[in-house]
Each structure stands twice: as structure tokens, then as C-alpha cells.
């Protein structure tokens, strides 16, 4: 990497000056008499209310509820980058309490307006006051086949702090505190560092990195499927009393999509794992002069890829000149989280080894975690995070209740702004060698996001599935593991002994069941809206930054209508799938322009 500027450490600040800041006390006690206040004025009433007394209702819930929000995102931004420490962790749990204990006395709210007839509430709804929030009456509305009684639902909201939380805190701080040893490079190393090494040049270090790696998932493999069963179990319970049909029905149902819709995105992305994993790992394999790739050769860089390192500054030129080619009004956005120091970006021993953007809450502004090792892959973090970023400022305007997008269309803008990095760094480049692994790393980016994820979806249903019958052991988990890699990646991936214990990393299996789909979902909407883009479409961008700017106002139908799209339509997985064939058919072209074929 060239000289640039120190990579950036975010500025918590901006929300409290630490753990100990008067003000989250203070931020804390006022939520709280506020959410009393709010209970002795409505609880049990909302039925005998008007139209007008409705809408003052929910904008004082919203109110208390943003604050709750910041002091939460607080604790969690804080825990991130400091998931080893004790007492972060210490405080991100007493935190976590005190919220939900506050969040408890305003539970009747929604039980409440799930009990309202529907008649009552369109009249209410005929006054504006009212009519503003519709979209997130009809968010909650939603989950009223599926309500519990209001002592369950407070018994499940009040247990989960020593439930799903629970095992969630455990699976991380377990993480934090694994080091790994690769031989050659060094013992004691972090999971970012090590799963770093994965793609790095040297074969040698990519098998011991892989190695090392599968050893510890090994050796912790009791504890890691003591964590899944217990989830998956407690899912199981839940799912049961709230009477969801299929494991992943309750994640649709959050996610605004319909069950078919979700069925025929996984069945599009499984009927082309031939077309698309398949045949790239083919090549792949070619390109190394071998029958099939380790496993550990899966992310590697191609033969002839010089390595090409990034600085930030670089990498921050890049992602801004991308977004700004588009629309300089998204720039505006993406440069903000620069200059207010919104990004944190090193890695470093027990800092969570992912990436994200976390919306906090509209009254404040995102946060963007990532660990930036200088490579071409890293600038797409940052151009996919600063996506998620830029969509959250833009949404911020509908206020706290209706900011948040579901996961299918929050991906939308994040994938946007990977491809507009994409075309400006392959479009900008003339050497075909480089040109080729540019291309070869977005296929590659792409078969992540779409095959590996739906693979992803496949092992969670089968192991939701086979939880309901009994405990799954390690080896059985392994077991499914290694068939849904083995029918995604294909037959040009060979897997070892260890790969068996992979599935015990991945956090959105913990954190958010279900949530991996939705990665696929937003891959192949952008692969079809970019298309739209490209064709000329008359006011792209004005629509474009509507859409991020309606947040959670709109369903996906809505939201792709002024693009002349549906997901819903038979063919639409298949355009979007399409582009990443395309991809692989340039790549083929390629090759046999070479000479080589």
C-alpha cells in the first residue's frame, strides 16, 4: 500500500463521551418516565381514541423510542470494537437490560393496535395526524395472526435479554477471544487476520491460514453447536406459538416479501449453481493448471494478479468519484462519513472481524464498521457499506419508525454502489490482464453474494428443519455443511477434513436467522435495476435516490414500480442471474482470445 492517511477510528462521541457520560443517564431516566407517563395515559384506551389523539400517540412513542434507539446503538457500536473487553461487554449488557426494561412499559402500544378493529382505525386513519404513520400501522398490523397474549408477549420480550441475547453475547465473545496459529505467518492471530490470509498470494499461507482456522472451529465445535441447537430449539418454541407455517416465515413476513417470492428466488439461484459456480470454479481451476481448487484456493487471486494494493485514500477517491459520476447529491451523503469520522476501519484484536453500517437512529447518523486490509475486495466493502450508509442518511427523513428498510430492500442500495465502484475501476481499465481480474473478482464477489448465500439459506432450513425432530450432533451439522457447499460450488472445489466445521463461523446464522437470502434478494434487484440504468432509463437517478429516501414506507412492488420492474414476475430472478452469466461468458471470451483454450 502507497502512503495515505491513518485509517480512520469513528468518533462515538457524536453520541456519548463514554459509559459514564452523565447524559446517557440522564437520556436513560427521561425514556423512561416518558415511557410511564405514555402507559398511564393510553393503556387500555386506544380504542376510545380519534384520529387525532392516534397520531399524537405514536409520534410521543416515536419520540421516547429514538432515544432508546441512540443509548442502545451506543452500547452496540461501543461492543464492536471492543467485543474482548470485559467491560464494554459488562456495560453492553446492563445497557441492553435497562432498555428493555424501559421498552416493556410500552409494550401494550402495539399488542393494542394489533386489537383495534378495522373499521375503528380506517376512521382513524381519515385524519392525517394518523394517516401519516400508516405505513408502519400496517407494519405492525401484520403480525396480528401471529400476536401471543399480552403476558406471553411481555414474558418474551422481558426473557430475551437472558435468552437469544444471551447465546447471542456468548457466540461473540467466544470469537473474540479465539486466536488462531498459521504456520509461516505467526501464532495468536485474529479471525479478520486470518480469514485475511484466504486470499492472499501465497498458496502457502492460504492452506495454513485455512488450516489453522478449521482447527480451532474444531476444537470449539461442542460449544458452537450447543449455541445453533439451543437457538434453533428456542425458534422452534416460539415459531410454534405464534403459529408461522416454515422457519423462515417470520422472516419473510419482516422482510415484506411474500413466500413464493422468496421460493422462486431460491429455486432461480439452485437451478444455476452449474451455470454460475460451476462453471466459474471450471475456469478457475484451469487458470491454476489444475483439475479442481482447494478450498482455500476458492478466493485466491488469480495466476497473474499483481496484488495491486489500495491505500484508504485511494479507496476512498475511488467509491466517491463512482457515486458522484452517478449523482453528486449521493457523494454529498457518502462524504459526510469521512469528514465526520463516521467509519471505523482498522482492524485490530477484538474488534468485530465483519462489516456493517448501523443506522443508529434518524435524530443521529450511521456508523460504518469495517477492516480495511488495502485490497480490491475492501474497496468494494467500503462502496457497499457506504451504500447501506448514504440510504440510511437519505431515509432518516421519515423518522424513527419508519427509517428502517426490510433486509431485502436494504441491500439495494449497498449493491448499487458496489457497482457503480465496479464499472468505474473496470471501465478505467485499459490492461486486459487487469482487466480480467477485476472482472474475475466481481464474479467472484458476485457468487459470494448470491450462490454462497442461497447455500447458506439451504444449510439453515435444513438444520431448522431437522431441529424439530431432535438435537442435531457436530457431525451431523458438518454433514449438511459439506452437501449444500458441495452442490453450490460444484465438483472444481475440494473440501478437507476441517471445512467440515465452517458453518460455525458465520454470524447471521446466530444473530438473524434467515437474514442470508436477502443477500441474494438485493443482488440479483440490482443486477436487474442496473440494467435498467445502463438502458438509458429516462430519470434514473431522481427515482433512484426516491426510492433510498422512502425507507420503510414501501414495499419492494412499490419501490421497483417507477423502473418498470416486479419481482414478482416469473422472469425477474433470471435477468438478474443473468448478468452474472454474463460476466462468466466475458470471461470465457477471454480466455479463448488468449490462445490458451
Known amino acids: 500500500m502507497t502512503a495515505t492517511s491513518p485509517l480512520p477510528e469513528w468518533d462515538l462521541g457524536h453520541l456519548y463521551a463514554g459509559p459514564d457520560d452523565p447524559a446517557l443517564g440522564r437520556d436513560l431516566d427521561g425514556a423512561e418516565r416518558a415511557a410511564r407517563a405514555f402507559a398511564d395515559t393510553y393503556k387500555g384506551k386506544l380504542e376510545v381514541l380519534d384520529g387525532a389523539a392516534l397520531g399524537r400517540a405514536i409520534a410521543e412513542y416515536e419520540a421516547f423510542t429514538d432515544t432508546l434507539h441512540r443509548a442502545m446503538s451506543y452500547g452496540q457500536l461501543l461492543f464492536a470494537v471492543n467485543t474482548a473487553d470485559p467491560e464494554v461487554s459488562r456495560f453492553h449488557q446492563t445497557l441492553q437490560e435497562r432498555v428493555t426494561d424501559i421498552s416493556t412499559v410500552s409494550?401494550?402500544?402495539?399488542?393494542?393496535?394489533?386489537?383495534?378493529?378495522?373499521?375503528?382505525?380506517?376512521?382513524?386513519?381519515?385524519?392525517?395526524?394518523?394517516?401519516?404513520?400508516?405505513?408502519?400501522?400496517?407494519?405492525?398490523?401484520?403480525?396480528?395472526?401471529?400476536?401471543?397474549?399480552?403476558?406471553?408477549?411481555?414474558?418474551?420480550?422481558?426473557?430475551?435479554?437472558?435468552?437469544?441475547?444471551?447465546?447471542?453475547?456468548?457466540?461473540?465473545?467466544?470469537?473474540?477471544?479465539?486466536?488462531?496459529?498459521v504456520e509461516g505467518v505467526g501464532d495468536g492471530l485474529t479471525e479478520s487476520e486470518t480469514l485475511n490470509l484466504l486470499s492472499d498470494p501465497d498458496p502457502v499461507k492460504r492452506k495454513a491460514a485455512a488450516k489453522g482456522f478449521g482447527t480451532v472451529l474444531g476444537e470449539n465445535v461442542r460449544l458452537l453447536a450447543l449455541i445453533t441447537n439451543t437457538l434453533a430449539k428456542d425458534k422452534e418454541i416460539e415459531d410454534r406459538w405464534r403459529k408461522f407455517a416454515r422457519p423462515v416465515s417470520e422472516r419473510n413476513l419482516a422482510n415484506q416479501v411474500e413466500d413464493e417470492v422468496v421460493d422462486a428466488l431460491v429455486a432461480a439461484v439452485r437451478a444455476s449453481f452449474a451455470d454460475l459456480a460451476h462453471r466459474y470454479y471450471a475456469l478457475k481451476a484451469k487458470w491454476f493448471g489444475k483439475a479442481a481448487l482447494e478450498y482455500w484456493d476458492r478466493n485466491?487471486?488469480?495466476?497473474?494478479?499483481?496484488?495491486?494494493?489500495?491505500?484508504?485514500?485511494?479507496?476512498?477517491?475511488?467509491?466517491?468519484?463512482?457515486?458522484?459520476?452517478?449523482?453528486?447529491?449521493?457523494?454529498?451523503?457518502?462524504q459526510r462519513f469521512f469528514d465526520g469520522r463516521w467509519i471505523d476501519a482498522g482492524p485490530r484484536a477484538g474488534k468485530d472481524s465483519g462489516a456493517f453500517s448501523h443506522p443508529v437512529t434518524p435524530s443521529a447518523h450511521p456508523y460504518i464498521l469495517m477492516n480495511f486490509h488495502g485490497k480490491a475486495r475492501d474497496v468494494m466493502t467500503l462502496a457497499h457499506e457506504l451504500g447501506h450508509g448514504v440510504h440510511q442518511?437519505?431515509?432518516?427523513?421519515?423518522?424513527?419508525?419508519?427509517?428502517?428498510?426490510?433486509?431485502?430492500?436494504?441491500?439495494?442500495?449497498?449493491?448499487?454502489?458496489?457497482?457503480?465502484?465496479?464499472r468505474k475501476m473496470v471501465d478505467g481499465e485499459t490492461n486486459p490482464k487487469r482487466r480480467r481480474v477485476l472482472l474475475a473478482g466481481k464474479v467472484e464477489d458476485m457468487l459470494n453474494t448470491v450462490v454462497r448465500q442461497i447455500a447458506f439459506h439451504e444449510f439453515e432450513r435444513r438444520v431448522h428443519d431437522e431441529r424439530r425432530t431432535g438435537e442435531l450432533s457436530a457431525v451431523r451439522l458438518g454433514e449438511i455443511w459439506l452437501d449444500v457447499q458441495g452442490e453450490s460450488l460444484g465438483p472444481s472445489i475440494r473440501f478437507e477434513d476441517e471445512y467440515k466445521y465452517y458453518w460455525a463461523y458465520i454470524p447471521h446464522f446466530v444473530?438473524?436467522?434467515?437474514?442470508?437470502?436477502?443477500?441474494?434478494?438485493?443482488?440479483?434487484?440490482?443486477?436487474?435495476?442496473?440494467?435498467?440504468?445502463?438502458?438509458?432509463?429516462?430519470?434514473?437517478?431522481?427515482?433512484?435516490?426516491?426510492?433510498?429516501?422512502?425507507?420503510?414506507?414501501?414495499?419492494?412492488?412499490?419501490?421497483?414500480?417507477?423502473f418498470g420492474l416486479d419481482a414478482g414476475a416469473p422472469d425477474f430472478w433470471r435477468t438478474g442471474l443473468g448478468v452474472v452469466s454474463g460476466f462468466i461468458d466475458e470471461l470465457e471470451a477471454m480466455e479463448r482470445a488468449s490462445g490458451t483454450s
Open 107 to 181: 409494550l401494550f402500544f402495539t399488542l393494542e393496535i394489533n386489537r383495534l378493529d378495522d373499521a375503528a382505525l380506517a376512521r382513524m386513519l381519515e385524519d392525517p395526524a394518523a394517516a401519516k404513520y400508516r405505513p408502519w400501522l400496517e407494519d405492525v398490523r401484520q403480525y396480528r395472526p401471529h400476536q401471543l397474549s399480552d403476558e406471553m408477549e411481555q414474558l418474551l420480550h422481558e426473557k430475551s435479554v437472558a435468552g437469544r441475547s444471551a447465546w447471542s453475547r456468548l457466540f461473540d465473545e467466544t470469537f473474540a477471544d479465539m486466536r488462531f496459529d
Open 300 to 334: 485466491a487471486p488469480l495466476p497473474d494478479d499483481d496484488a495491486k494494493k489500495y491505500s484508504w485514500d485511494e479507496a476512498r477517491a475511488l467509491v466517491l468519484d463512482a457515486y458522484r459520476a452517478f449523482d453528486p447529491a449521493m457523494a454529498d451523503v457518502a
Open 393 to 422: 442518511v437519505l431515509a432518516a427523513g421519515q423518522g424513527t419508525l419508519m427509517a428502517d428498510t426490510p433486509l431485502t430492500t436494504a441491500e439495494t442500495a449497498s449493491v448499487f454502489g458496489e457497482m457503480l465502484t465496479f
Open 511 to 562: 444473530h438473524t436467522p434467515f437474514y442470508v437470502y436477502a443477500y441474494a434478494f438485493g443482488d440479483c434487484l440490482v443486477n436487474s435495476l442496473y440494467g435498467v440504468f445502463a438502458a438509458g432509463h429516462a430519470g434514473f437517478q431522481a427515482k433512484y435516490l426516491d426510492m433510498l429516501a422512502a425507507g420503510g414506507t414501501k414495499r419492494h412492488r412499490e419501490l421497483l414500480a417507477p
